[in-house]
């Protein structure tokens, strides 16, 4: 992989000009790339002393286990998304982390990233702005979850990842690939794989959205803008903010 074209430096480049220097030292944080299979965890709640990860192809989801068993998905990471990085800093997993297709991911290790840190600050300031970015994506989600209702839940869920996944190049306002199934969405959305169907069909019947056989088609992107009252400015990738 060439660490320029990169969907981590893709994304970071929505902050930061990266200088040479910088790009260099990403180049070192892809160095230990490893393949995963769907399925099988790559982070186990609880781990403790476990690497952080950059993904670099494929797609993760995050869940928290609950007391009897079930799972409550966070959130989906995509190309050029940190993975376990605050489970590392904070020394203890407090989730699970498992891909969902097959994977490529570079393994980083907490001593790394402070090399990086410390030889880099305009870096270590592009990260710290991916994470925030991440956390405030958590919180939109906090609020989906309590104030919108079903259709404008799932509006407003699609048209989120279609901008995470253009800031990589992997998506648009025509539509994207995507592996997720209802029972993901059920998950992620508090909802039931029942109402998931009946929502995705209402959606396509009303010529907003058509998610089928992978792919997520935006029939009409801005009706579908103003059914979930979508505001990207949370997700803070208009423009560089630094020189």
């Not at 892809?30 to 609880?46: I, K, P, S, Y």
């Not at 800031?167 to 995507?178: D, I, T």
């Not at 069909?201 to 009252?229: C, H, I, M, Q, S």
């Amino acid at each position: 992989m060439n660490t320029n074209t990169s969907p981590l430096t893709q994304k970071l480049s929505a902050f930061v000009a990266l200088a040479e220097a910088e790009l260099a030292v990403l180049e070192q944080l892809h160095q230990r790339r490893r393949t995963f299979e769907a399925g099988r965890d790559l982070v186990h709640q609880g781990q403790s002393e476990q690497a952080a990860y950059i993904l670099a192809a494929g797609w993760v989801v995050s869940y928290k286990l609950q007391p009897d068993g079930s799972r409550q998905i966070v959130d989906f990471q995509i190309p050029g998304d940190f993975l376990g990085l605050r489970s590392v800093l904070l020394h203890t997993s407090d989730h699970g982390i498992e891909p969902i297709v097959d994977i490529e991911a570079a393994e980083v290790l907490v001593s790394d990233l402070l090399q990086a840190f410390a030889e880099t600050p305009r870096l270590a300031t592009a990260i710290l702005w991916a994470v925030s970015r991440d956390e405030a994506m958590v919180v939109e989600h906090l609020v989906g979850l309590g104030r919108r209702d079903a259709d404008a839940r799932m509006a407003h869920f699609l048209l989120e990842l279609g901008v995470r996944l253009s800031l990589v190049g992997m998506g648009s306002k025509k539509g994207y690939a995507c592996p997720l199934t209802q029972y993901h969405l059920a998950d992620a959305l508090g909802l039931s794989a029942i109402h998931v169907n009946r929502v995705l069909r209402k959606l396509r019947e009303d010529e907003l959205v058509t998610f089928r056989d992978g792919f997520v088609t935006f029939n009409n992107y801005e009706g579908l803008v103003k059914l979930a009252d979508f505001d990207p400015a949370y997700l803070d990738q208009k423009r560089p903010i630094l020189a």
